[in-house]
C-alpha cells in the first residue's frame, strides 16, 4: 500500500512539474527582463546597432530584456584560444535579439551553446561523388548554425558586419535566421508559422521571390539580395531576412511581397527605423 502511495506520489509530482514548466520559465523570464540593464552593454549595443537610436523606448526596453533572457540561457565557448568577453557576447545577443524583437520567437529553443572563433575557421568537409566515393576537403567558414544545439560564428566577421550594417551581410542575422528555419528539425527555408493557413503564402511567395533571384543570376542582373541566396530555399530565408534588415527599402523596392511577408513573420518593419530622426 505504501509502495503504492509513493509511485502515485512521484506521478503526481512529474505531471504537475511537466504542467508548471511553461508557467516557470515564463515567470523565470519575466524576473530576468525587469533586471538592471547595465550601462556598459548599453554602450555596446549603440555602438553595434546603428538603429538602437532609433528604436522606440518601448522597442529598446524589449531588446534589452530578449537580451538579458538570451545571455542567462545560452553558453559561450572560445575556440581557438579565443576568450570570450562581454562586448562579444553583447554584441552577438544584440543582434541575434533583433530576430525577436516583437514576441515572434522563444528564444531559439534547441540552441545551447555559441562557439566563437577569433576569424574565418576552416573544417574539413566529406562529400559524396559518383561511385560511392567519399571526397574530403577544407573549406573556409565564416559561421553556421548546427539544427542540434550550436552556432558557430567568426569573431572579426561579426565585428565587421557591425561597422557595415547596410552592405546587407551579416553572419549573426544569417546563422540565428536558420536557427528559426532549424526549429522544426528541418533546414528548408519554413520556419514555424503562427496558424497552418499560413504555410500556403509563405510557400508561394518564397518560390516565387527565389525563381525571380535565380532567374536574375542567370541573365547577370545585379541583385537586391546576395547571389549565395540562390544556393537553396533555406539559404535563401537567410540571406533574405539579412537583406530584410540592412536593405529594407531596397528589397520593398525589388521584392515587394517578400517584405511583406517577411514584415509579417518577423512582426517589425525596419523601414520604421529608418524614418525615425
Known sequence: MIQ????????????AAILLRPALMRWHRNR????????????????TLPMYEKLSLDERRRLQ??????????????????????EMKITIAAIACLLLLNERGQYFPKLRSI???????????????????V??????????????????????????DTLHWTDGHNVVLHEFAHQLDQEDGKAEGVPILPSHSDYAIW??????????????????VQTVIDSYGATNPAEF?????????EKPRRLLTHYPTLYEQLRRYYQLDPLQWMGRQ
Open 135 to 160: 571526397e574530403e576537403r577544407r573549406e573556409a567558414r565564416l559561421g553556421e548554425s548546427w539544427s542540434a544545439d550550436q552556432v558557430v560564428l567568426a569573431w572579426d566577421i561579426v565585428k565587421r
Open 203 to 220: 510557400k508561394q511567395v518564397m518560390t516565387q521571390s527565389y525563381r525571380q533571384l535565380c532567374q536574375d543570376i542567370e541573365r547577370g
Open 4 to 15: 503504492t502511495l509513493i509511485v502515485l506520489l512521484m506521478v503526481v509530482i512529474i505531471t
Open 115 to 133: 562557439l566563437v572563433y577569433p576569424t574565418v575557421y576552416i573544417v574539413n568537409e566529406a562529400t559524396f561523388v559518383e561511385n560511392f566515393i
Open 237 to 245: 530565408f537567410a540571406v533574405a531576412t539579412e537583406t530584410f534588415f
Open 32 to 47: 530576468l527582463k525587469h533586471r538592471p540593464f547595465l550601462p556598459l552593454w548599453r554602450a555596446v549595443i549603440e555602438q
Open 65 to 86: 530584456g530578449h537580451i538579458q533572457v538570451f545571455l542567462a540561457e545560452k553558453q559561450f565557448i572560445g575556440c581557438a584560444g579565443l576568450e570570450v568577453t562581454e
